[in-house]
Nanobody, 134 residues
Framework: QEQLVESGGGSVQAGGSLRLSCAAS????????MGWFRQVPGEEREGVGY???????????YYVDSVKGRFTISQDSAKRTVHLQMSSLKPEDTAMYYCAARIPRGGNYCGPSSLRRPTDSDYWGQGTQVTVSS
């Protein structure tokens, strides 16, 4: 059973930066992808981006258009911790941010569309609040 624990949320002024981290415990799956979603009260949970390693061993990332060029997802070499570096933050980035993980079955690997929707995720963290003031 995977457990995901986020850290690093907080409050910042517009234009500032924050770094979120998500530590995974349990089994290590080289085929897994990990990433981030966010949710504002009353709205649907939205995919922010994720990182995955293909069958060839190369890593790649996906970002939703609204954060491209401002947010960067990285992962430690053991693939146990994923980070979300957020820069040039805007008030509309204010949300609860959730770490997510998907573990493909049957020998498959994650790909460029594997963790874009909330229903794609197998595991969730408890969430960490990010508040950006104008």
């Amino acid at each position: 059973q995977e457990q995901l624990v986020e850290s690093g949320g907080g409050s910042v002024q517009a234009g500032g930066s924050l770094r979120l981290s998500c530590a995974a415990s349990g089994h290590t799956y080289s085929s897994a992808c990990m990433g981030w979603f966010r949710q504002v009260p009353g709205e649907e949970r939205e995919g922010v981006g994720y990182i995955y390693t293909s069958r060839s061993g190369s890593s790649d990332t996906y970002y939703v258009d609204s954060v491209k060029g401002r947010f960067t997802i990285s992962q430690d070499s053991a693939k146990r911790t994923v980070h979300l570096q957020m820069s040039s933050l805007k008030p509309e980035d204010t949300a609860m941010y959730y770490c997510a993980a998907r573990i493909p079955r049957g020998g498959n690997y994650c790909g460029p569309s594997s963790l874009r929707r909330p229903t794609d995720s197998d595991y969730w963290g408890q969430g960490t609040q990010v508040t950006v003031s104008s």
